[in-house]
C-alpha cells in the first residue's frame, strides 16, 4: 500500500503540475513516464539496497551465533536459560528446557529464542525490490492515464477526483489490513495527495504564464 500511494501521489502531482504549465499532451506524458519509470527505478533500488543490509546483518547475527556456541557452549547454554527466564519460567525450569533445547539443537534454540531469525527465510532483496517498483507502478499509471484521457477542458479536475478516489480506496485497504481506524488512515492519505497536487498545479500554473 505504500508503494502504491507513493506512485498515486507522485505521479499525480507530477502530471498535475506540467499541465498547470501546459495544455499540451506530449509534454505531460513525457514527464509522466518519466517520473513512473524513475520512480519505480528509484523504489526498487532503495528496497532491494534496504533488505540487503537487513540481510547482511542477519547473516552476521547468525554467524556470531555459530562462533559463540562452538567456543562458549556453557556462557550460552546459561544465556538461553536467562531468557526463558525473562519470558516467565522459574529459574530452574528455564535450567531444564535450556539443558533440553542445547542436546537437541542449540543453535536452532538460539536462533529462535534469542535472535528471532529463520536462517531457512531470509530477508529476499529481490522480492523486496521487484515488489515495491510493481506497487508503485500500479499506483503510478491510474493519474497518468487519467490525465492523458480526460478531455482538455476538465482534464486536471477529473484527474484530481480519480487520485482523491484512488487514495481512498488504498487508505481503506491500508487500515484493514493494519487493522487501524480506517478515517484517520483516509484522511492522511487524501490529504496529503490533495495537498501536493495543489502545490504543484500552483508552481506548475505560475511558471507556465511567467514563460508565455
Known sequence: MLGANDGIVSIAGLVVGVAGATNQRSPILTAGLAGLLAG???MAAGEYVSVSSQRDTERAM??????????FPKQEQAELGQIYVSKGLSAGTAAKVAQEFTKNDAYAAHV???????????ANPWHAAISSAAAFLGGAILPLAAILLAPSGSRIVITFISTIIAL???????????????????????????LAMAITYSIGHVIGASVT
Open 168 to 194: 481512498v480506496l488504498t487508505g481503506i485497504l491500508s487500515a484493514r489490513f493494519g487493522q487501524s481506524p480506517m478515517r484517520q488512515a483516509v484522511l492522511r492519505v487524501t490529504a496529503g495527495g490533495a
Open 112 to 122: 529462535d529464542a534469542e535472535l528471532a531469525i529463520d536462517p531457512e527465510n531470509l
Open 40 to 42: 519505480a527505478l528509484s
Open 62 to 71: 547468525l554467524s556470531k551465533e555459530k562462533y559463540e556456541l562452538a567456543n
